[in-house]
């Protein structure tokens, strides 16, 4: 799952592994769309990997990859690399250091993550320019902020009982999805197959644009 990728924001990794399996399950379900372990996949990126959870699924999915997991939240880091030793994390605050990652990975993954991250105009280029050509990027982020649980959440958040005890605000940067699929029209094509900057033919290009604006 990824997570705590906002400055503001403290992350309790015990308080989020209560619900771990819930939490990894929209993980296992957007892996499940990544290409299959065929050899071809050797280095793996995801990002807001949390305390590692949804890092410990791609590597179910790529047993002989690479996989990196980056995270801001030092406490989440920690979490992570005791409980997966085998697996390499770094902290690393995307929203301002993301091309200071390497470029060369068959696989950018982040579920749940990137609504925590401003400027996607910005953001989308970047994670798109982490990957090799013929790369794979599968992002998947909530969308239902209007769903009256969240509507509640962020009336009880911002109410005056609570909002000097709440320093963080719930503020979720996600775009429209027609929004995306213009970035990813400009952005996407010569990453996933090497073609012009607007082919839209290829299988993976396909998958590519699908996986972006999955919800949650």
Known sequence: MADSVGSMVTWDSEQYLRFKRERTQPARDLAMQLPPD???VTRVLDIGCGPGN????????????????VDSS???IETARKTYPDIDFQLCDVSARLDELPADFDVVF?????QWVPDHPHLIPGLLARLRVGGVLAVQ???NYEEPIHRIIGGIVH???????LPQQREFYNLTLPEYWELLHAHASASACGRSRTCTRCPRMRRLWTGIVAPA
């Open 110 to 114: 982040s579920n749940a993550c990137i």
């Open 38 to 40: 065929d050899g071809s």
């Open 54 to 69: 949804s890092t410990a699924v791609l590597r179910e999915r790529y047993p002989h990859a690479k996989i990196l997991g």
């Open 141 to 143: 982020t909530p969308m």
């Open 159 to 165: 109410s005056p009982a609570f909002a000097d005890k």
């Open 74 to 76: 030092p406490v989440m």
